[in-house]
């Protein structure tokens, strides 16, 4: 975390300027079109977002769950979408919508799923109900409709969707490396000792984490056009095709590793592109899409993954984690850079923008539920559950917020610096104290 601190403070130096940045993604932004579903607003059900739930009333059936608002393409991606999820009464009532995320199961954020976090009229909510379970007999009487919208970083999105390839269960390039060492390692790695069940489960979460690996190539080349576009000094444009290189790599060590657990190759088909350059050229878009993605997004991801990396037994496990971890690394700090550039460019409208994003992420994410595990072993690619919430904490505490007050310190007036000021510099000054011990 400390040497983390360091680079993200250096990479923030690097332009002519510095901004803020997200984490899984700025609030849902509010609109004429971003309505709870009907039949499903904050004072529907047995209770509100506020007001305790009147244990005596009746609770109106579920609705039927449904997308809500406008398509996102900037940190969040797509609607807002919810799903029913249903919990048993506690002491005798249902909790409120604003206090019932401790007691449901399988929220989201996980595997790049946000909840939903729109404020204000007509704004998307995360969490709406308390309703009545459709089975009357089922003792999990209590159910809320979840709004869960896309938030992974660095995808490729177009028109709001993120876009992935197939994948492909051929000999496939994408299913082998040119990394001698890692494939002896992975050759030699036995998988006989775990359960078929286990095996499957491995196989289709580094497969996936390969399908958005691969797509991360053409979100780097996007964001290399956008760069041109905009000017860009020709340092960042470096940068983001070393980091669409990078991506190559990640994408050939994931698969790779997805097929030694499939026991048959894993590689991805061709990628759609109709309609991916839409848009290429606003300062604005690229600078907060580049804020959610890569700020706080890859920040995460990086120290994620080597963490990931320490608790993995397999050498070729490790060592596909620990190259992950490293480039990701490089990959945060030019977000930082990036964003620092675009907003001396932008001006004050602009670092606005960005320092609102950023404080409403860090809440976000450090309040959000944990995604539940499954039975996955923790030792083969994936931090558990409860370790990877206190993981992000930490991370939001000891470099994120660090790294955030400096920028705000440096960009906002007295009067707009929502993260500075005394609570900035006493976080600074947290910062410098990690950072000399």
């Known amino acids: 975390m400390r040497a983390f601190l360091v680079r993200i403070l250096l990479a923030s130096q690097w332009g002519a300027s510095l901004a803020l940045a997200s984490g899984c993604g700025p609030q849902v932004e509010s609109g004429s079109s971003s309505n709870p579903p009907e039949g499903a607003t904050s004072e529907s059900g047995g209770g509100g977002e506020t007001d305790p739930p009147d244990a005596s009333a009746p609770l109106d059936p579920t609705p039927e769950p449904t997308c809500v608002g406008p398509f996102h393409d900037g940190g969040y991606y797509g609607q807002c979408c919810y799903e029913v999820h249903c919990a048993a009464p506690v002491d005798g009532a249902c909790p409120a919508a604003a206090q019932a995320a401790p007691h449901l199961e399988g929220l989201p954020p996980g595997s790049g799923s946000c909840m939903c976090d729109g404020d204000g009229e007509g704004g998307a909510q995360s969490i709406l109900g308390p309703y009545a379970n459709r089975a009357a007999s089922d003792p999990a009487s209590c ?136 848009g290429v050229g606003s300062l604005e878009a690229l600078t907060l899409a580049t804020v959610v993605e890569g700020c706080v997004g890859e920040t995460l991801s990086a120290i994620e993954a080597e963490v990931a990396a320490q608790a993995a037994e397999a050498p070729a496990v490790r060592m596909a984690l620990q190259a992950i971890a490293r480039d990701e690394a490089r990959h945060a700090e030019l977000a930082w850079a990036f964003v620092r550039w675009a907003v001396a460019v932008g001006g004050a409208s602009l670092r606005e923008r960005v320092a609102a994003t950023f404080a409403r992420a860090l809440e976000q994410v450090g309040s959000a539920p944990t995604p539940a595990g499954g039975d996955i072993p923790p030792t083969h690619g994936f931090v558990p559950p409860a370790e990877l919430r206190l993981l992000r904490q930490q991370a939001i505490a000891d470099v994120l917020r660090p790294a955030a007050a400096a920028l705000v310190a440096s960009h906002l007036s007295s009067t707009d610096r929502e993260l500075s000021g005394d609570r900035g510099h006493a976080l600074l000054s947290g910062g410098a104290t990690s950072l000399s011990t």
């Not at 030699?188 to 000792?193: I, S």
């Not at 078929?196 to 289709?204: G, I, N, S």
């Not at 290189?245 to 048959?264: P, Q």
């Open 143 to 278: 159910c809320y409709l979840v709004g869960h919208i896309s938030c992974e970083g660095r995808p490729l999105l177009v028109r709001g969707e993120p876009r992935v390839a197939p994948l492909s269960r051929a000999p496939s390039a994408w299913s082998r490396t040119d990394w001698q060492r890692f494939e002896r390692a992975l050759a030699d790695t036995d998988l006989r000792a775990l359960p078929p069940a286990a095996r499957r489960e491995l196989a289709r979460r580094w497969a996936e984490r390969g399908q958005s690996e691969h797509a991360s190539v053409a979100s780097f080349g996007r964001f290399a056009l956008g760069l041109m576009a905009l000017g860009a000094p020709p340092a960042l444009l470096e940068a983001a095709h070393r980091a669409a290189i990078d991506e190559v790599r990640h994408a050939r060590l994931a698969l790779a590793v997805a097929s030694a657990y499939a026991g048959e190759p894993v590689g991805v088909g061709p990628l759609p592109l109709h309609g991916a350059l839409d």
